[in-house]
């Protein structure tokens, strides 16, 4: 069995936090652990995180890799960015007065004297 070190999500919706797994690599994101190495925030300023380096060298020595997220965190590089999907647009001009069908029509109009 194959063994990865990698982030496991916990936390609420919109602000998550992660917890630093030993895990099967087959198994689901959120699944069966085989232990717990540390946590991650990012949502603190600055983003706290702690790891159990003992543990994690223990794990390496049995085989287990460290995802490069993972990787980074514990060198002190990593940089969350917050998921984004592709086909979400900003929303623009919200609170901006919308025009109705008669302002429209009065608008193009022509002016008296023109």
Do not use: C, H
């Amino acid at each position: 069995m194959s063994v990865k070190i990698r982030l496991s999500k916990i936390g609420k919706k919109n602000s998550p936090s992660y917890r630093i797994v030993a895990v099967a690599t087959r198994s689901k994101r959120d699944g069966e652990t085989l232990d717990i190495l540390g946590f991650y925030n990012p949502n603190s300023n600055p983003p706290q995180f702690e790891v159990d380096k003992e543990k994690v060298k223990s794990w390496q020595a049995k085989g287990a890799l460290l995802t490069s997220a993972v990787e980074e965190i514990i060198e002190g590089k990593y940089t969350y960015t917050k998921y984004n999907p592709k086909g979400s647009k900003e929303v623009k001009g919200v609170g901006e007065k919308v025009a109705t069908v008669e302002e429209v029509t009065e608008t193009k109009e022509p002016k008296e004297g023109e």
